[in-house]
């Protein structure tokens, strides 16, 4: 098997950008960088998007954890990952910082820098852009990563467009491990026998329900009456979820043994519609 070669030459960065690296939206944008242009580190994560429908590239756990976080997001629009930057503009701005731009050690050339997330967001009714670094917390104690965030910044700055820094310390991780376990179950092979709608009319019944009222039995008593293999109620379950038709606390780590069906919310139109809901979708 041919050695993969990481380094970088013009003649590699014109052909990334006759590919179309970097360009596009939604399910057409092509990532700069794959989790196969650089060398692997353990961490490296490929997932296929809610929003844009087509796999996305992560290079640590920061980044992954992050993107669930705008996979929830009802006011993101678009994720663009490892987006890069002009290279013409950062060699500019380096320059006039009387910083270093980062190059090849080999070969000299001077590489495109990337912004590890520009999302798209609706906020307020308008359309925004929102550019992220993603960096371990430990990491921004070293000099030529601040120096590289800074003509990040200087960057987006005078496109007009905001800019921030996201660390692990800024992502909460209860949510991240509930978004993960959801994410797989937003669509539903079986979606065609109508059991998800049939468990949201028993979840809607059963929280008109004085007394309280255990998740964990419903969902084994819903598996039995409808000769459903052992488990299945749950995922159904968590199609609901998924698809934010119900909710709950995602603050805390999901476990239907101590979730008392009054935990859950659903949304009053739901509350006095037919349970047609989910079919609709």
Do not use: C
């Amino acid at each position: 098997m041919a050695k993969r070669n990481y380094g970088w030459t013009e003649e590699k960065i014109d052909k990334y950008y006759r590919d179309g690296r970097g360009a596009g939206e939604l399910s057409n944008y092509k990532p700069w960088l794959t989790v196969h242009d650089v060398p692997s580190k353990g961490n490296s994560t490929r997932i296929k998007g809610w929003k844009t429908g087509r796999i996305h590239q992560f290079f640590s756990n920061i980044e992954r954890n992050y993107f669930y976080i705008l996979e929830w997001s009802d006011s993101v629009l678009d994720i663009r990952e490892q987006f890069p930057l002009d290279r013409v503009d950062t060699i500019e701005i380096a320059k006039k910082k009387g910083l270093n731009h980062i190059e090849d050690r080999t070969t000299k050339v001077l590489i495109p820098m990337t912004t590890d997330f520009v999302v798209t967001i609706k906020r307020n009714g308008k359309i925004e852009t929102l550019a992220v670094a993603i960096k371990p917390a430990d990491q921004l104690e070293y000099k030529n990563v601040l120096n590289k965030l800074e003509v990040e910044r200087a960057y987006w700055n005078n496109k007009n467009v905001s800019w921030e820094i996201i660390t692990q310390k800024d992502i909460p991780k209860h949510k991240v491990k509930n978004i993960e376990l959801l994410h797989p179950y937003r669509s539903l092979e079986q979606k065609a026998d109508n059991k998800e709608n049939l468990l949201l009319e028993e979840l809607i019944d059963s929280k008109t329900n004085t007394r309280p009222i255990r998740l964990f039995n419903l969902l084994n008593s819903f598996d039995r009456s409808n000769a459903l293999d052992s488990g299945s109620a749950l995922n159904y379950f968590k199609y609901l979820l998924a698809n934010k038709i119900i909710s709950i606390d995602l603050s805390e780590k999901i476990n239907p043994r101590n979730l008392n069906i009054q935990d859950i919310s659903i949304d009053s139109q739901i509350m006095g519609s037919d349970y047609n809901y989910v079919s609709s979708k």
